[in-house]
């Protein structure tokens, strides 16, 4: 039953709002890494690639993490970040569409995704075009001009989320090839990526997975098309037989060719920690809590801050897990808030974003929060210049 | 004064001679790291990135590094993998030289390095050839086709390491960019960057720098150009304002550029433990030290073992730090010595390999090391099946 709040840890008398950016440290990741750093590295060493298992842990950990996702064993390989993720994934899905040349995304997408696009589509061969719409509009703006849709499922500043299904039919009925950004969905609401049929999907582990501040990424690919793509990212890890040395590339199996170098042995025993929570933990259980709290949230602050306006979609079947709020004095608001332990975040230009993460948070946590965010703003607690040096990070 | 074995956790009774593919665990490594995990992630969660300096963490322990290659502060950027990292600088290099057409490298290249220029320049605009030859034959294959040479400065295989002032020379007579792979150099011989004049190089740090299995790499990029490149892997951290969120990227200044995604916390913290024993080490001593190590190792296996063959170069200042040796069964033989708790590692195709790290390896463990090797050898010991059936890792 949820929350499972002492498998974390979490600070004394903080209300933690911000699980959306960086997750709570599970309380088993300690030791868990202990040993792995003390026992695994320490004692075996060089042997530890086999014997403990390290080299498997990308495909492994990747399983570990496919239920929450709708996914099945051998699609997800885990490592890298969600930056190289996407590179490898825009690539993996233009070499699937050689004769089209759009890359159509939105600007509700995470900056970084459009970055990576980017640098990759002015270096590859061919005159390639990033179209940006607007997130209502990417529906109509599919097209058969279009290679790759690439969406980020949910909106990082207003927890707007598209309809995956939807969307993704509509892209495969323009022979397009459907790649989604799972940063603020794995973990927070019911995705079924085989259930809606895209090629590609990529996320973190950061953020609702709880795995600690710079986790591996994760990408997803459909198995009827993982052995077409010839990967751009071709590390000796990815290779049909690494160790065999050859001077030429030859790209393995299904997702094995999505591994580029070593793994970060260390981040990944954290991952495991992190991922192991999850088992009997039922997403759609879940899902139900993550909209009782945040209905419960907006209902309270509308009720008691009046001068704050809701920015994510009132209906909760269009919003993730998260909550913003637009406040002209928003930057110097959530200071004051996190200076009081109740822990938001600030997206530009005004907004104050709250996470919503059932495994750690209940209804008692939310009211406290609203407790101190109406005195925040009632009080004009915010308007003080302290308040207005400090900078905030996803 | 070395060895310096305190500093680090070595197995009771284990001869590690293979410090080349995985150093051993500092001891201060657990400590920093349990630090950072429940100290930093537990108690301060999503503002660890500013109050703890995790977003700095990529050009400070770039500077940490700096001086064991001879580079100044701020020319150094840590994350990511060492594949990443090559195809991130391959990239930078080609785009310095627009008008020409092959990247030069030789057989003893370190696969994944080929792999990542195949993977980069059959996907990129341009009609690119990656050029192969004998390590013996680069300086006078570098001519004025040449966009990029590159290369591993220390073969994986047989320690021959090439004069990194003398072929950068020629590469810039003939107007190409240099990028040296310094993976079997960082920490194990004198390098100076900054004296050789390469535009680029890049590196691990589990290997003579002991960061641990998956540690983050590195990128050097010479000042004066680090500006001129137009990165490839555009991510957000490497934006000049990421956190304006900004639709289009923007490069960052100097090495900002260079980095991608999240920086991986934890493993960065291990590596801060692992950089910081080489404080006050002269890598004058550590070379010297190695070279007596060395020296010492073949001198007695060539008396007590004549059926092995030395592949290295017999002359040190051609050789890096570690010994190879060729032997028939050299494979069931490493199985052999490593189940007697002396490790070394083998490669294709009958290569025995010993790394000699002078931070916690002094004559008694290699005089020890060659009275189980030869008695290995002589007794035949490796003539059991048991032996044909491990997997070796670099």
Redesign the interface.
């Known amino acids: 039953m949820l929350p499972i709040k002492h498998q974390f840890?979490l600070?004394k008398d903080?209300i933690?709002l911000?699980g959306n950016?960086?997750g709570?440290?599970p309380v088993a990741?300690?030791k868990q890494?202990?040993a792995v750093?003390?026992d695994q590295?320490?004692?075996?060493?060089?042997?530890?690639?086999?014997r403990d298992g390290?080299?498997q842990q990308p495909g492994s950990l990747g399983n570990a993490l496919a239920p929450i996702i709708g996914a099945s064993n051998d699609t997800i390989m885990v490592g890298?970040?969600?930056?190289?993720k996407v590179?490898q994934a825009v690539?993996a899905a233009l070499s699937l569409r050689p004769d089209r040349r759009v890359v159509l995304s939105d600007?509700g997408n995470?900056?970084?995704d459009?970055?990576?696009a980017?640098?990759?589509m002015?270096?590859?061969?061919?005159d390639y075009e990033l179209k940006?719409v607007d997130p209502e509009e990417v529906r109509d703006a599919i097209d058969e001009s279009v290679a790759v849709v690439m969406l980020t499922h949910i909106d990082y500043r207003t927890g707007r989320m598209h309809d995956m299904q939807n969307i993704t039919a509509a892209a495969h009925q323009a022979g397009a090839v459907m790649l989604w950004d799972l940063a603020h969905s794995a973990g927070a609401v019911v995705v079924d990526v085989e259930a809606c049929g895209c090629e590609f999907a990529v996320g973190?582990t950061?953020k609702y997975l709880n795995a600690?501040?710079?986790?591996?990424?994760f990408i997803y690919a459909r198995p009827d098309i993982a052995d077409q793509v010839?990967?751009?990212?071709?590390?000796?890890?990815g290779?049909d037989a690494p160790?065999?040395?050859?001077?030429?590339?030859r790209p393995g199996q299904q997702m094995e060719r999505f591994r580029?170098?070593?793994?970060?042995?260390?981040?990944?025993a954290?991952l495991e920690s992190a991922l192991a929570v999850w088992q009997g933990i039922s997403m759609h259980d879940v899902r139900q809590r993550s909209v009782e709290l945040s209905e419960l949230f907006i209902q309270l602050v509308e009720q008691r801050c009046p001068s704050l306006e809701l920015v994510s979609p009132r209906n909760s079947a269009e919003r993730g897990s998260q909550v913003s709020f637009a406040f002209e004095n928003g930057y110097a608001a959530m200071q004051a808030l996190?200076d009081r332990k109740v822990?938001g975040?600030f997206?530009?230009p005004n907004l104050m974003r709250f996470g919503f993460t059932p495994l750690y948070t209940d209804e008692h946590d939310v009211t406290q929060a609203v407790d101190v965010l109406a005195d925040v703003i009632e009080n004009r607690l915010w308007d003080n210049p302290i308040y207005l040096t400090?900078?905030?990070?996803?």
Not at 243 to 249: G, H, I, L, W
Not at 260 to 268: E, K, S
């Open positions: 840890h600070p903080m933690y911000d950016s960086l709570p440290l990741a300690l890494t202990a750093i003390q590295w320490g004692e075996h060493l060089i042997t530890g690639w086999n390290w080299m890298d970040t969600l930056s190289i590179f690539s600007s995470f900056p970084t459009l970055y990576m980017e640098g990759l002015s270096h590859i061969n061919g940006i973190c950061y600690g501040p710079g986790a591996p990424a010839q990967p751009i990212l071709s590390g000796w890890l290779h160790f065999a040395f050859e001077p030429q590339y580029v170098g070593t793994p970060p042995v260390i981040q990944m954290v996190i822990i975040d997206r530009q400090v900078k905030a990070v996803t």
